[in-house]
């Protein structure tokens, strides 16, 4: 795993997991409508794990219960994800959170 350079703020990074988030379901609904490709599904999984990156930065005893709902949001985005490159007729293995 790389290394972290610098640790941002609990509020920052809350921040962070909502615009991303918000950006995967905004290309779900684009790509709902157009289709997708595999280079578009493998940017939507290395958003995903972007996110996931941002809940291990809250992942400590005193937000503990915070990240467990974030992870399974995260959970949530990620199969859908995979069943959207699924009824794309797209290879789901080589997307990289799997």
């Known amino acids: ?3 972290r350079l610098f640790w ?3 509020v920052d990074v809350l921040e962070a997991f909502q615009v991303v988030g918000r950006e995967i379901r905004n290309k779900y609904h684009r790509y709902r ?3 997708l490709t595999q280079g578009e599904a ?3 999984a290395g958003r995903i794990k972007e996110q996931r990156e941002l809940i291990r930065q809250l992942a400590d005893r005193r937000h503990i219960k915070h990240a467990r709902r974030l992870v399974r949001l995260n959970s949530r985005l990620r199969r859908r994800a995979i069943a959207v490159v699924e009824r794309a007729g ?4 080589l ?3 799997k």
């Open 33 to 35: 409508e157009t289709g």
């Open 42 to 44: 493998f940017e939507l």
């Open 8 to 10: 941002c703020s609990r």
């Open 95 to 97: 997307l990289i959170f």
């Open 90 to 93: 797209l290879d789901k293995d």
């Open 1 to 3: 795993m790389a290394r």
